[in-house]
Structure formats: structure tokens, C-alpha cells
């Protein structure tokens, strides 16, 4: 099958967030499965002044290659794109985002046709190329060459969606009749990840209970309606893991390397975490490990309710993140009042979470909501037990046989949580079982390709 993945950020040219990390290795799987892939993305200044060997296609498109045969075509802008950042500065979003990435979605369907290629399947990521299947329905239908792509959007995080005012509407090139309710009009706004469920020929989330939590009024941000009228076209897989990357086995940043079959090297790893941290150097006091963003969706609000009581236990905490600035101040309060209990590093240490994975035994995710989520694949890879509230991704990969799940979402039910792991921890052959599972769980890329490719075939014979 010939399949076009759209999206404003790929690994490894421009990222933000996961979407360019499943951007960068979903193609390189659907590759591995025989799927001819390009990409299409946009130039941005970094990408131009970074060292990727970039060949010209034509006056406004360059070209790179991933994987063995992976062609990655660049639209060049520098009005739009020759900037520090993708889509804004500490100022906000940038002003004109709905023509930027309305430019992209156009210039990246007229593409396709100069340089001959007709896919099966256009596959288009979150708000950013939510145009392209709008476009295509509306201003590309009579063009023959376009006739049979079928498009797939994937909602990353509906909490984004790209909204803009009502009187940019004449930018997008649209005919007002699709400033409507079965269109992109939201409460009197443009939205583009609207347009781009409304338009699209299938749609998934990036994790099937996600799939099913955005149809709810909790969960779906304004959107669960449409969701809910497309519920048949409606589905969820689950975001791979890249193990190349995230290996324990192999990981040059850990202190030593080590596998199921040999984890004794995780003592190292943790005696090694605890010095760099400045924590008592203790093999039997339980490492809890976080990696995140400090707000409220990753559970920071029941967290600095019970971080107290936690530090009271008999446990260690090494937190890696940057977040609200509330979060930041209570943390260095608590750091102050309790030094030999938590380490608090409020910076992006990718080193250092590679060291927190393997050195911790226990990975804290009680994020409120959470469409897939990678921390707790990482933290499984390691053999660190992941505690979870049951959301999204999370319920989908941690259960009582490889972690600690805890149903309602409160202060009590997170220290509960807590205790229950802290009592596993101390019965040793108990704990090496968990680690055990934990380690043989397969999150691979691989699977989730597979899901992709019979996603695109239902796609194609819609």
C-alpha cells in the first residue's frame, strides 16, 4: 500500500511532543511491513540549520531520507516557517497558525502530484493537517488524480484543536457553506480538528480505551457529539514504543546495561541514580521515579495533595520535569523540609531519564487523563513497576499482573496505591516476579503497524 503521513513535527527533524515521535516511527514499522511511506512536513528554521542532508526537489520543497527507502519531503516557507519554534513563543501562539499550516496542507496535496506520487492513504496527524481531508473533498474533488485517496486522521490529544475567529474563515479558500456545524464552525470559531473528523474517511486516538473516553462529555473537549455520530469510523491503537531507543540492554546513558534474563545490573543503576541525586544510598528503601510535565492532566494536583504523607513513608522520590510554577514552589518546599527523601530536578535532562527508567523501581504516572502515553512502556522496559490511574493508554498497558492501578482519581486512592506497591516491594521473590512480567511485555512498533495497515485496507474499501 502507498501511504502519505502529514504532520507538523517528525523525529527526528522538529518535535514538541509525542506526535513527532509516533510521526518519526510509525513509517519506519509500516516500512519494515512492506508499506511504501513517504512524509510530508513543514521547513522549519531548525530543520534547515540542522544536520540533515537536505536536497533540493524543487524551488520550495527539499528532501531527506530515514530508514532504507523512506523519502521525507520538506514544504519550504520561510515567511511561515523560518522560525525558532513551531507554532509559538513565550508570547503565545503565533498570530497567522491557520494560514501556516492552512499553506501546508494545501502545497502538501499539490506535491503529490509533481512528484507523480498517488497514495492509497493519506494519513494526516491532529489539528496542524486537519485541512488536508477538507481540502481534498471540497477543493481537490474534480481533479481525477485525487479521486480514490482515502484519508485517516489521528487525534493525538483533542484537548488541541486549533481554533481561530470566525472572520479568518476567507484565509482557508472555503466556500462559507462549510462554516456550519456538519463543517468547521465550533460555538462561532473555526476548528480545524473538527473539519478534519467531519471530513475525514476513518479517524483513531492513540489508544482504544482514549478512543472510547472521547466520546464522553468529560473527556471530548466540546467534540464528543461528533465523535459520537461517527462512532463507526471511530477507532483506537495503541502507540508503539521505539526499542531501539528505550533499551535497557543497551542504553548508553544507564550506569550498567542489563536484561530479563540478567537484572541484577538494575542494583548498579539504582546505586548510581541515588549519587547523582544526592538521596542515602539504600537498596532496600523503594526509588519512585517521575518524568513529566508538572501540571494538573499528569496528576500534580492529587500528587501535592499526598506528596506530604509520601515523603512521610519510607521511600525515595526523584522527580525529572518542568511545569505550573505552583507545582515548582511546593516541590522546592518539599525538598527543603525532606533532602534525604526527594530529589527534585526541574529541567529537560534527557540523560537523566533515561538513568531515572533504569535506576527507579516504581515509575508515579497518576495522570488524569492520558490518550496513550510512553512513560510507563519506558518504565516497563526497565523492569520500574508503573502506578497508574486507570485512563486512556494507561488502563489499556498496566494492569495487577505488571503494575499498580488505582479506579477513582483522589488523594486517598493514590496513597492507597502507593502502600500496596510499597508492601509488593518488600517481599523480595514477589517483587522479582512483577519485574519479571514487566520486562517481557512487548509494546514494539511492529504491532501497532500491523493494526495500521488493516486500518488503512478498511479505509480503502470504504
Known amino acids: 500500500m502507498k501511504v502519505v503521513m502529514c504532520a507538523s513535527e517528525v523525529v527526528p527533524f522538529a518535535k514538541t511532543g509525542g506526535l513527532a515521535d509516533v510521526a518519526g516511527a510509525l513509517p519506519l514499522a509500516l516500512e519494515k511491513e512492506g ?7 513543514p521547513c522549519y528554521k531548525m530543520i534547515r540549520n540542522g544536520k540533515f542532508d537536505l536536497k533540493k526537489v524543487k524551488e520550495d520543497v527539499s528532501s531527506a531520507s530515514i530508514g532504507k527507502n523512506i523519502k521525507v519531503y520538506f514544504i519550504e516557507n ?5 522560525r525558532d519554534f513551531l507554532y509559538g513563543d513565550k508570547t503565545g501562539d503565533y498570530k497567522d497558525n491557520l494560514e501556516r499550516f492552512s ?13 507523480n506520487f498517488k497514495p492509497d492513504i493519506i494519513h494526516v496527524h491532529d489539528w496542524q493537517a486537519s485541512l488536508i481531508p477538507v481540502y481534498l473533498k471540497t477543493l481537490y474533488k474534480d481533479d481525477v488524480f485525487y479521486k480514490s485517496i482515502r484519508t485517516i486522521l489521528t487525534i493525538h490529544n483533542i484537548g488541541y484543536q486549533g481554533l481561530f475567529a470566525k472572520e479568518e474563515f476567507p484565509k482557508l479558500g472555503l466556500d462559507w457553506s462549510l462554516f456550519t456545524m456538519e463543517g468547521l464552525e465550533f460555538y462561532d470559531k473555526i476548528n480545524l480538528l473538527k473539519g478534519g473528523m467531519e471530513f475525514s474517511d476513518l479517524i483513531n486516538t492513540v489508544s482504544p480505551t482514549y478512543s472510547k473516553e472521547i466520546q464522553t462529555k468529560e473527556f471530548g473537549f466540546g467534540l464528543d457529539g461528533v465523535l459520537a455520530k461517527r462512532s463507526n469510523a471511530l477507532f483506537g491503537i495503541l502507540n508503539g514504543l521505539d526499542y531501539d531507543i528505550w533499551n535497557p540492554e543497551t542504553d548508553k546513558f544507564i550506569a550498567k546495561n542489563f536484561s530479563v534474563d540478567s537484572a541484577e545490573g538494575k542494583t548498579k543503576d539504582k546505586e548510581d541514580l541515588q549519587k547523582l541525586c544526592g538521596l542515602p544510598l539504600k537498596k532496600d528503601v523503594p526509588l519512585f521515579g517521575i518524568v513529566s510535565r508538572l501540571a494538573e492532566q499528569k496528576g500534580f494536583d492529587i500528587l501535592a495533595e499526598a506528596i ?8 525515595q522520590l526523584v522527580i525529572l520535569g518542568t511545569g505550573d510554577l505552583k507545582y515548582h514552589i511546593l516541590l522546592e518546599g518539599m525538598v527543603k523540609k525532606y533532602p534525604r527523601v526527594i530529589s527534585l530536578n526541574l529541567k529537560f535532562d534527557d540523560a537523566l531519564a533515561h538513568k531515572i527508567y533504569a535506576g527507579s523501581d516504581i515509575f508515579l504516572m497518576p495522570s488524569k487523563y492520558e490518550p496513550c502515553g510512553l512513560g510507563q512502556l519506558i518504565s516497563l522496559r526497565y523492569g520500574t513497576i508503573p502506578l497508574v490511574f486507570k485512563t486512556g493508554g494507561l488502563a489499556d498497558t498496566v494492569n495487577e499482573k505488571n503494575g499498580f492501578v488505582f479506579s477513582k482519581y483522589s488523594k486517598a486512592e493514590l496513597l492507597k496505591a502507593i502502600n500496596r506497591s510499597l508492601k509488593a516491594f518488600s517481599v523480595n521473590k514477589t517483587w522479582k516476579a512483577l519485574v519479571e512480567r514487566a520486562m517481557q511485555d512487548d509494546f514494539s512498533w511492529g504491532e501497532s503497524a500491523r493494526e495500521y495497515i488493516k486500518l488503512y485496507a478498511k479505509a480503502k474499501a470504504a
Open 308 to 315: 506530604e504523607k509520601i515523603c512521610k513513608s519510607d521511600l
Open 35 to 41: 508499506q511504501e511511506v513517504i512524509i510530508i512536513m
Open 103 to 115: 499553506y501546508f496542507s494545501k502545497k502538501a496535496l499539490d506535491l503529490l502530484k509533481e512528484i
Open 78 to 82: 520561510d515567511a511561515y516557517f523560518g
